[in-house]
C-alpha cells in the first residue's frame, strides 16, 4: 500500500469528482437492469448452410446401434414376379393333334351306329366327342339343345347362354325326312359341331385375351386383379365361365417376344384373330346381327355373312376338316367335293374358302 502525504493536510479538501471507471480486462459487463418491462435476451439467429460436422474425439469410433428386428409380413415386391413366357392357349381346335383326334372319334361313332339309332341320340353322342375336344383346349363345357324347327339351319351357338344347338333334321338334298340317319346328314353333323365348337373356342378365347389384357399388378394384394370388376362381371351372363376365364387370365405368365421366332408369329397371328372376334361380339355386334338377319336376302348378304371375322374363320376350319375326313375310307365318298364358289363373287375373291381356291392359297 503506498503511505500518505503529511504536508497538505491543513489545506481544504479538493472537491470529488467522480472516478473514471477503471478499464478492466476481461468478459463485457452485463447491461444494467432498467425498470419497466423485461428485456428478454434476443434469440440467436439462425443462420441457414451445411449441417455441423461432428466433433471427432479420439479413440474408438462409436457405431450407431442397429435397430431391433422386428416380426411382421413379408415385403411384397412392387412389381409382378416374371414368370417364364407361357405358350397360351397349348392347343386349340386349329391344332392338328386336335383335328385328328376329333377325326377318329366320329369314325368310331359312325361304326358305332346301330341301324336304329334315333337322330337326338347321334347327335347327343357326337356333343360328347366334341365336349373331349374342347376340354383338350380348355373350353368350358357347353349346354346342348338339339333343334327340330328348321331344316335348312344345321347349328347355332349362343354365346350369351353358353348353349350350342344342333338341328337333327337337317335337310341334306332332300335326306332330312327320313328316321334314320344317313352318312351324308352325319358327316354334315360332324361339319356343324365342329364349326358350332370352334365359335364357342372363339368366344372362350376372346374372354380370356380381354381380361388379360385388363389385369394390373396388386402391390398390396401380392397379386394380379382386374379393376373394377364387378361391373365387368356384369356384361356376362354365365357367371361360372366368367369365373373360369378370369382365373386363367390373371395366371397366365408371360408373353412369347421375337426372339421365340415362330412361336412368337403364330402366337402374334392368333392374337391378331382374337381381337378381331372380341370386336365382333361388342363394338361390331349390331352390325353382326344385321348379317344374320338378312343372310337369307340375297347373295350380296349371303356373302357378307361368309366373311364374317368369326364364320370366316369356322368356315376355313371346317374345311381343312373336310380334307382330312377325305382321307378315311368311311367319308371319303361324302367329303371329296369341295364346297361350290361363292355365287356373289364367283369365285374371283379369295378373302373366304367359298372361292373354290386350294386352302393354302385362301387368305
Same mark, same amino acid.
Given at each position: 500500500?503506498?503511505?500518505l502525504?503529511?504536508?497538505?493536510?491543513?489545506?481544504?479538501p479538493a472537491p470529488?469528482?467522480?472516478?473514471?471507471?477503471?478499464?478492466v480486462?476481461g468478459?463485457p459487463?452485463a447491461?444494467?437492469?432498467?425498470?419497466?418491462?423485461?428485456?428478454? *435476451?434476443?434469440?440467436?439467429?439462425?443462420?441457414?448452410g451445411?449441417?455441423v460436422? *461432428?466433433v471427432?474425439?479420439?479413440?474408438?469410433?462409436?457405431?450407431?446401434?442397429?435397430?431391433a428386428?422386428v416380426?411382421?409380413?413379408?415385403?411384397?415386391?412392387?412389381?409382378?414376379?416374371?414368370?417364364?413366357a407361357?405358350?397360351?392357349? /397349348?392347343?386349340?381346335?386349329e391344332?392338328?393333334h386336335?383335328?385328328?383326334?376329333?377325326?377318329?372319334?366320329?369314325?368310331?361313332?359312325?361304326?358305332? $351306329?346301330k341301324?336304329?339309332?334315333?337322330?337326338?341320340?347321334?347327335?347327343?353322342? !357326337?356333343?360328347?366327342?366334341?365336349?373331349?375336344?374342347?376340354?383338350?383346349?380348355?373350353v368350358?363345357k357347353t349346354?346342348l339343345?338339339?333343334?327340330?324347327?328348321?331344316p335348312?339351319?344345321a347349328?347355332? @351357338?349362343?354365346?350369351?347362354?353358353w348353349?350350342?344347338?344342333?338341328?337333327?333334321d337337317?335337310d $341334306?338334298? =332332300?335326306?332330312?325326312?327320313s328316321?334314320?340317319?344317313?352318312?351324308?346328314?352325319?358327316?354334315?353333323?360332324?361339319?356343324?359341331?365342329y364349326?358350332?365348337g370352334?365359335?364357342?373356342?372363339?368366344a372362350?378365347l376372346?374372354?380370356?385375351?380381354?381380361?388379360?389384357e385388363?389385369?394390373?399388378w396388386?402391390?398390396? /394384394?401380392?397379386?394380379?386383379?382386374v379393376l373394377?370388376?364387378?361391373?365387368v362381371?356384369?356384361?356376362?351372363?354365365?357367371p361360372?365361365?366368367f369365373d373360369?376365364?378370369?382365373n386363367?387370365?390373371?395366371?397366365?405368365?408371360g408373353?412369347?417376344?421375337k426372339?421365340?421366332?415362330?412361336?412368337?408369329?403364330?402366337?402374334?397371328?392368333l $392374337?391378331k384373330?382374337?381381337?378381331?372376334w372380341?370386336d365382333?361380339?361388342?363394338?361390331?355386334?349390331?352390325?353382326?346381327?344385321?348379317?344374320?338377319?338378312n343372310?337369307?336376302?340375297?347373295l350380296?348378304?349371303?356373302?357378307?355373312? @361368309?366373311t !364374317?371375322p368369326m364364320?370366316?374363320?369356322? @368356315?376355313?376350319?371346317e374345311?381343312?376338316?373336310r380334307?382330312?375326313l377325305?382321307?378315311?375310307?368311311? @367319308?371319303?365318298?361324302?367329303?371329296a367335293?369341295?364346297? !361350290?364358289?361363292?355365287?356373289?363373287? =364367283?369365285?374371283?375373291?379369295?378373302?373366304?374358302?367359298f372361292s373354290g381356291?386350294? !386352302?393354302?392359297k385362301?387368305?
Amino acid at each position: 500500500m503506498k503511505p500518505l502525504d503529511t504536508k497538505n493536510q491543513n489545506k481544504p479538501p479538493a472537491p470529488v469528482l467522480p472516478a473514471k471507471p477503471a478499464v478492466v480486462q476481461g468478459p463485457p459487463v452485463a447491461p444494467v437492469a432498467v425498470k419497466g418491462a423485461a428485456v428478454l *435476451p434476443a434469440k440467436p439467429a439462425v443462420v441457414k448452410g451445411p449441417p455441423v460436422a *461432428p466433433v471427432a474425439v479420439k479413440g474408438a469410433a462409436v457405431l450407431p446401434a442397429k435397430p431391433a428386428a422386428v416380426q411382421g409380413p413379408p415385403v411384397v415386391p412392387i412389381k409382378p414376379p416374371i414368370k417364364p413366357a407361357v405358350i397360351w392357349p /397349348q392347343l386349340t381346335m386349329e391344332s392338328s393333334h386336335v383335328m385328328d383326334a376329333y377325326v377318329k372319334k366320329v369314325v368310331n361313332c359312325w361304326s358305332g $351306329i346301330k341301324p336304329k339309332s334315333s337322330k337326338e341320340n347321334i347327335v347327343r353322342e !357326337l356333343a360328347k366327342v366334341l365336349d373331349e375336344i374342347h376340354q383338350m383346349c380348355g373350353v368350358p363345357k357347353t349346354k346342348l339343345k338339339i333343334d327340330h324347327s328348321a331344316p335348312t339351319s344345321a347349328g347355332l @351357338f349362343d354365346k350369351g347362354s353358353w348353349t350350342m344347338s344342333i338341328n337333327a333334321d337337317m335337310d $341334306i338334298n =332332300g335326306e332330312g325326312l327320313s328316321s334314320s340317319i344317313t352318312k351324308r346328314q352325319f358327316y354334315q353333323m360332324v361339319k356343324t359341331l365342329y364349326h358350332e365348337g370352334r365359335h364357342t373356342e372363339q368366344a372362350w378365347l376372346a374372354r380370356v385375351q380381354s381380361l388379360f389384357e385388363q389385369r394390373v399388378w396388386s402391390a398390396s /394384394q401380392n397379386k394380379y386383379e382386374v379393376l373394377n370388376l364387378p361391373a365387368v362381371k356384369h356384361t356376362v351372363h354365365v357367371p361360372d365361365v366368367f369365373d373360369r376365364a378370369l382365373n386363367v387370365a390373371l395366371n397366365r405368365g408371360g408373353e412369347p417376344d421375337k426372339r421365340a421366332g415362330k412361336t412368337y408369329d403364330d402366337y402374334t397371328k392368333l $392374337i391378331k384373330k382374337i381381337k378381331l372376334w372380341y370386336d365382333a361380339m361388342t363394338k361390331n355386334e349390331k352390325y353382326e346381327q344385321c348379317v344374320y338377319a338378312n343372310m337369307g336376302m340375297s347373295l350380296h348378304w349371303l356373302h357378307k355373312y @361368309f366373311t !364374317l371375322p368369326m364364320e370366316y374363320d369356322a @368356315f376355313l376350319l371346317e374345311e381343312r376338316l373336310r380334307e382330312e375326313l377325305k382321307k378315311t375310307s368311311d @367319308f371319303k365318298d361324302v367329303a371329296a367335293n369341295p364346297p !361350290l364358289p361363292c355365287f356373289h363373287c =364367283g369365285g374371283t375373291n379369295n378373302q373366304h374358302v367359298f372361292s373354290g381356291l386350294p !386352302l393354302d392359297k385362301v387368305k
